[in-house]
């Protein structure tokens, strides 16, 4: 075996032995999206308390004031370059819910299909590229014997790529990699701990699957090329529709040939979802059912729901449902959402109110005032009994909430969405699990996958709906009735929301003489990722993380698989807002 | 990839044929603006390169960042379609993982915590003077960088700790080559480019655009590999290969332009013809950069391509400078 198992430094910690807590910390948290670090207490080899600590902050909100609300999507794009489109999705449909503009019909499927390659794409290359890493052990791989993961393969799916040859290249180029002794990306892995569970030839699949995936997203993710330009940061959006012309007679519009070329696209999408992404989750979650004990979080589910089709603006019409889910209830109807119940606050964040930091506040009406009062770095241990997070702590009628493809995949199962209730059915028959497996960290791995395959199968008669307009010489792409501002009220109030592979997004704007002044978020990882509220309740990363065993605290591999589970994306969550729509800089706000 | 590569080399990686890896060389030839001759001398610096021991070890910090850059770089892709060509063409995808080593990258690295300090040490020491640093995201200054820490430490200071023993330190992105989004008015947060945090670097590039294109990174390292320096660059660090022309002088809707065919209101006649989107705001006469050229995702469009205006995001502080977006600008 090649020399990889570097010795490893120890965490920082507080206490090394006995049965006193040992606190340990994780800085950075890798694998995601931004900075998180995760401080934690284990005693008797389990966790007991946590706490989750975003430490970067931009000030985008602050940035957006007194500029033209048109461009507001093109900055708030730029929050996350990773589910990029979801911002500008949420703030133009704030700046058409402030002005009163509906969209055509080409605009609502057109976002809906950017949207819809966003999911695909993304929770594939969570699972494989940002999530696999703490269930397989690439080491392990290369003692695999490829016939035997050739065997597995056809076993659980009819993916082509599947002969011992194919297995033995991937393992080859491995064993060379490895020799070269140059690891990149796989050096100081956890590799051979204890935990990871899947034999060599699971191994070695997943990480031929890991390859393929990377070389699938790109292909893919053309579709937001032939809808918008580009990928990262698509540039097809507009207050009033999108940028991207219908004209079955033109070689610059969508014409057959690109609907073509986004029917072989989404082809391709949905073969490797129910072929290769599917049977590896399920493969991987039979060997670590044990993780559905982990990482229940909070029990509580939001989500704003998305995917509208229909052009009435309103819940009822979107394909993902709205709703809450409370304390795991999924017999009944989900609970109407009231987003004037949604409150902040800042207790254990770096800002302050000046009504008194145990207060709540709502996006709508917030003030606060950035006021870090962190350890000067270089430090090694925050004060977690003080502020210790960029994060504000949102609450719905006071209590802590999920959002993400859990929180989407439950609200949909309570309420009734058919497709959703036969492919989690499904997936929980196949496990040999009940529904309660799914309140945990194996649940949220699920739930993305049930998500990814759903929305993979949307994609094809979305592209046939655009393909009908088309043809039927339907064109329109944009409502310009209210495109000039001279056509706007003085001033004009509005919020609009979507649902990022994340989690539940909502954007809240004030217009006044023609330019922004007010913005706010409300952001998936500022719920999932929150600290402590006034009440000392834990936010859903904290909450997830209690009662997880940690067989070597030293390489706490099972907080990975946790945090990973919820996808977190920091820079999303994180931002500033001018309270007074003054460009001051000094009146700020975190979602 | 739903074929099985017919042949493949004995170290597992596909087999690439001479053509094919004349044509990736070509590529990156016109990329850098390169006179035709250079296509054989890339082709052979890639293959010494390949034949030689070692891969360049790449260190990527993420500051004040949303990743996009970092998604920019994992959409490297092949050129050809194997389907079309029957070849297994040596993509961009295949230059990064064969001659370089991401030894530091956040976003992809499997090590977390102290573990992924221990890749950042360990690449530092053993190959000072040697490494690439790739750098996505600004850097905060106010209030001594408490806008951005990562394992305890402020950005600046770990800009300072691993940038002045790099070979070449690469801005990708425009945040981190002049504090893009989170400098601009009012930086809040006291945001610079990698320049103004950590001064007097040498072999300095910088890759601004939101996000950077890949196809730039790719060709600034092929530079690299082939002439053993980084490619010609104006004061700002821009290579001159991406960042010498003005978009609107290689815009296939040029031709409309000249004619006085505009775009009067999106969906329009003309807007579904391609005509020029100069009133619709585009900033292509203001902006310096290969878009029209290289094009985006394997060539598959651009921006203007796809009917939206330019918003000059490769231009100095363009969130500022180029905005509001869809402002027709006074003259080309």
Redesign the interface.
């Known amino acids: 075996m090649p020399d990889i198992f ?1 010795p ?5 910690s507080n206490n090394t032995s006995g049965s006193n807590p040992q606190r340990i ?11 998180l670090r995760i401080e934690a207490s284990i005693s008797n080899g389990v966790i007991t308390d946590a706490w989750s600590s975003s ?6 909100e ?2 957006l004031a007194n ?2 609300p ?2 507001a999507w ?2 708030t794009q ?5 589910c ?1 489109t979801v911002h500008s999705l949420a703030s133009i449909r704030a700046v058409e819910n402030a002005l009163g503009i509906t969209i055509p019909d080409n605009a609502r499927i057109i976002r809906n299909l950017i949207e819809g390659a966003l999911f695909i794409t993304d929770h594939v ?1 969570h699972f494989y ?2 999530h696999a ?1 703490d269930w397989v052990d ?1 080491v392990s791989a290369l003692s695999a014997n490829p016939a035997d993961t050739s065997a597995l393969a056809q076993s659980i799916s009819a993916w ?2 599947s ?1 011992a040859a ?1 297995f033995g ?8 990699f490895v020799n ?1 002794g ?9 590799w051979g701990h204890p935990a990871y569970k899947l034999p060599p030839a699971g191994n070695l699949l997943a990480v031929a699957h890991y390859l ?1 995936a ?6 893919i ?2 579709i ?13 959006y ?1 207050v ?2 999108v ?5 079955k007679n ?4 969508i014409n057959p040939a690109a609907i073509a070329q986004l029917r072989t696209l989404a082809a ?1 999408g949905l ?1 490797f979802v129910s072929q290769v992404y599917l049977p590896d989750l399920m493969l991987v979650a039979s060997f670590y059912k044990d993780w559905a004990g982990y990482g229940q979080g909070p029990g509580n589910y939001l989500a704003f729901g998305d995917f509208p089709l229909d052009n009435s603006g309103t819940p009822a019409g979107y394909w993902l449902p709205q709703g809450l889910v409370f304390n795991k209830n999924i017999g009944s109807k989900p609970q109407a959402l009231d987003v004037n119940q949604i409150k902040e606050y800042v207790t254990h964040s770096w800002y302050t109110y000046s009504g008194g930091d145990g207060s709540a506040l709502h996006p709508s009406v917030g003030q606060t005032t950035p006021n ?1 009062t ?7 241990n925050l004060n977690v009994d003080q502020k210790y997070s ?1 994060l504000k702590s949102p609450r719905y009628q006071d209590a802590p909430m999920e959002v993400g493809p859990l929180a989407r995949m439950l609200v949909a199962y309570a309420a009734g969405h058919t497709r959703v209730r036969q492919l989690t059915d499904q997936v929980l028959a196949s496990l040999g699990v009940g529904p309660e497996a799914l309140f945990s960290t194996l649940g949220r791995v699920a739930a993305r996958g049930i998500e990814t395959q759903a929305t993979a199968e949307q994609m094809s008669p979305w592209i046939d709906a655009l393909e009908a307009n088309m043809n039927a010489g339907v ?4 409502n ?1 009735s209210k ?1 000039d501002p001279s056509t706007w009220p003085k001033t004009a109030t509005g919020w609009g929301s979507t649902e990022a592979p994340r989690g539940g997004l909502g954007h809240w704007l004030r217009i006044n003489n023609g330019v922004i002044q007010r913005y706010q978020m409300v952001v998936p990882t500022t719920w999932n990722g929150s600290p402590r509220d006034v009440n000392g309740v834990r936010g859903p990363f904290e909450q997830a993380l209690i009662g997880t065993p940690i067989a070597d605290p ?3 591999l099972e907080i ?1 698989r946790t945090i990973h589970s919820f996808d977190p994306c920091m ?1 999303c969550s994180v931002h ?1 807002i001018d309270a007074n729509g003054k ?3 000094i009146q ?1 706000r975190v979602e | 990839m739903n074929a099985e590569p017919k042949e493949a080399l004995s170290d597992g990686r596909p087999q690439i044929s001479r053509r094919s890896f004349l044509k990736l060389a070509g590529m990156m030839a016109v990329t850098l603006a390169l006179p035709k001759v250079y296509t054989g001398v890339i082709a052979k610096a890639l293959e010494t390169a390949s034949a030689s021991a070692g891969r360049l070890p790449v260190v990527w910090l993420e500051f004040q960042d949303c990743t996009g850059d970092s998604e920019s770089f994992i959409r490297a892709t092949q050129r050809t379609d194997p389907v079309q060509t029957g070849l297994t063409d040596p993509g961009l995808i295949d230059l990064l993982l064969d001659y370089l080593s991401v030894d530091y990258h956040e976003t992809l690295m499997a090590p977390a915590g102290a573990q992924s300090e221990l890749s950042l040490n360990n690449v530092m020491q053993k190959y000072p003077g040697q490494y690439i640093a790739v750098v996505e995201g600004s850097i905060p200054t106010a209030q001594n960088g408490v806008f951005c820490t990562i394992r305890g430490r402020t950005a600046l200071s770990i800009a300072q700790q691993v940038l002045p023993g790099a070979r070449a330190v690469i801005a990708m992105g425009s945040c981190s080559s002049d504090g893009g989004l989170a400098a601009a008015a009012p930086n809040p947060t006291g945001a610079v480019g990698v320049k103004d945090a950590v001064p007097g670097l040498n072999n300095f590039v910088a890759l601004p655009g939101c996000p950077a294109n890949v196809v730039n990174l790719v060709a600034t390292i092929v530079h690299l590999l082939t002439f053993n320096a980084l490619p010609p660059r104006d004061a700002s660090g821009r290579p001159y290969f991406a960042y010498g022309a003005e978009i609107h002088d290689h815009c296939e809707r040029r031709p409309f332009f000249n004619a006085g065919q505009f775009v009067q209101a999106w969906g329009d006649a003309g807007h579904r013809q391609g005509w020029c989107l100069f009133k619709m705001g585009c900033k292509g006469p203001k902006t310096d950069h290969n878009c029209p050229q290289v094009k985006w995702n394997d060539g598959t469009s651009w921006c203007v391509a796809s009917g939206h205006g330019c918003i000059g995001c490769a231009s100095p502080k363009f969130w500022d400078t180029m905005s509001p977006f869809y402002k027709a600008l006074p003259s080309a």
């Not at chain 1, 730029?78 to 990773?82: A, I, K, P």
């Not at chain 1, 962190?374 to 090694?380: A, L, M, S, Y």
Request: glycine share 10%.
């Open positions: 570097i490893l430094v120890n965490n920082s910390v994780i800085d950075p948290l890798t694998r995601i999206e931004g900075h430490t970067m902050f931009r000030g985008v602050a940035i500029r033209d048109r461009d093109i900055l730029r929050l996350c370059g990773v990029t290359v590229h940002l890493l690439v082509p790529n002969s194919y290249q991937v393992q080859t180029r491995l064993k060379n070269s140059q690891l990149g990306i796989f050096a100081n892995g956890y393929e990377l070389d699938w997203q790109k292909e993710i053309k937001h090329a032939i809808l918008g330009g580009k990928n990262p940061h698509p540039q097809t507009l009033g529709g940028a991207i012309p219908v004209d033109s070689a610059k519009a391709k073969d870090y962190g350890p000067t770095p270089p430090f090694d960029w064109n329109d792409i944009h310009g495109w030293q390489k706490p990975l820079a500033l460009s001051t800089g700020v």
